[in-house]
């Protein structure tokens, strides 16, 4: 049994988004069980789907935090969540994975999306602006350095990051690609699914092209089914 969590949203399109990721996992492994569940704003909750589970028989569920950043969702909210779960399934074995993080495959699903956008490889007059959340956490963000510098590995691209939430702005980063030589700006979104920050990106540079966030992409369910995978390998060998 694998149960997703998504973050959840207001925008509906991200919900939408985490289902078809969902929908794409059951279909390369039908004979496993997965469920998706939301940290907040829609539902199924967690709770909810993790009742669901205890009563539908099941002795052991494993968790994979649908994040791209071990923050406080990872660390503190979700495994709150599951011990007090567990207090009333005490039947029920929780699990939780690692986060998705910055996975090699992911960056590479987001080069996907930008050479769909019309990202040229060759090009040395392009810069790719890689936006993320953003976070209080210095650590945090410097991880979305090393995604650029991944995503643009081979390339003639120049790159550099931004955030949705904090400094440095979209509009600060296109500045520091045009002091670079770059002609043409493409946004590259470091984000599972679009929502309501993808939007203040778009918003605060409408002319600019942005490609797709990752979505669901095929190499997102493999890291998923290998974080499912090593989790419950882990929780096996605990057991014997």
């Given at each position: 049994?694998?149960?997703?969590?998504?973050?959840?949203?207001?925008?509906?399109?991200?919900?939408?988004?985490?289902?078809?990721?969902?929908?794409?996992?059951?279909?390369?492994?039908?004979?496993?069980?997965?469920?998706?569940?939301?940290?907040?704003?829609?539902?199924?909750?967690?709770?909810?789907?993790?009742?669901?589970?205890?009563?539908?028989?099941?002795?052991?569920?494993?968790?994979?935090?649908?994040?791209?950043?071990?923050?406080?969702?990872?660390?503190?909210?979700?495994?709150?969540?599951?011990?007090?779960?567990?207090?009333?399934?005490?039947?029920?074995?929780?699990?939780?994975?690692?986060?998705?993080?910055?996975?090699?495959?992911?960056?590479?699903?987001?080069?996907?999306?930008?050479?769909?956008?019309?990202?040229?490889?060759?090009?040395?007059?392009?810069?790719?602006?890689?936006?993320?959340?953003?976070?209080?956490?210095?650590?945090?963000?410097?991880?979305?350095?090393?995604?650029?510098?991944?995503?643009?590995?081979?390339?003639?691209?120049?790159?550099?990051?931004c955030f949705a939430t904090t400094e440095p702005s979209l509009t600060q980063a296109v500045s520091r690609l045009r002091a670079r030589g770059?002609?043409?700006?493409?946004?590259?979104?470091?984000?599972?699914?679009?929502?309501?920050?993808?939007?203040?990106?778009?918003?605060?540079?409408?002319?600019?092209?942005?490609?797709?966030?990752?979505?669901?992409?095929?190499?997102?369910?493999?890291?998923?089914?290998?974080?499912?995978?090593?989790?419950?390998?882990?929780?096996?060998?605990?057991?014997?």
């Open positions: 049994m694998l149960i997703a969590v998504a973050h959840g949203s207001r925008d509906p399109r991200s919900a939408a988004t985490m289902s078809a990721v969902v929908a794409e996992i059951a279909a390369a492994r039908p004979e496993l069980t997965v469920r998706l569940a939301f940290l907040d704003l829609n539902t199924p909750s967690v709770e909810q789907i993790v009742d669901e589970v205890a009563e539908q028989g099941y002795t052991h569920a494993v968790v994979v935090p649908l994040l791209l950043g071990s923050a406080f969702h990872a660390r503190v909210d979700l495994p709150s969540l599951l011990a007090s779960a567990r207090t009333r399934h005490p039947q029920l074995q929780l699990t939780q994975a690692d986060v998705l993080g910055t996975d090699a495959r992911l960056i590479t699903a987001v080069r996907t999306r930008a050479l769909t956008a019309g990202a040229d490889p060759t090009d040395n007059r392009l810069g790719i602006a890689v936006a993320a959340v953003g976070s209080s956490s210095r650590e945090a963000n410097a991880r979305t350095t090393t995604v650029a510098r991944v995503l643009t590995t081979g390339t003639a691209w120049h790159t550099t990051t770059a002609t043409r700006v493409l946004v590259a979104p470091w984000f599972l699914a679009p929502g309501l920050l993808t939007d203040r990106l778009c918003a605060a540079e409408p002319n600019l092209v942005h490609a797709n966030t990752i979505g669901a992409h095929p190499l997102l369910a493999d890291v998923i089914l290998d974080r499912y995978a090593t989790a419950h390998t882990a929780a096996l060998d605990l057991s014997a």
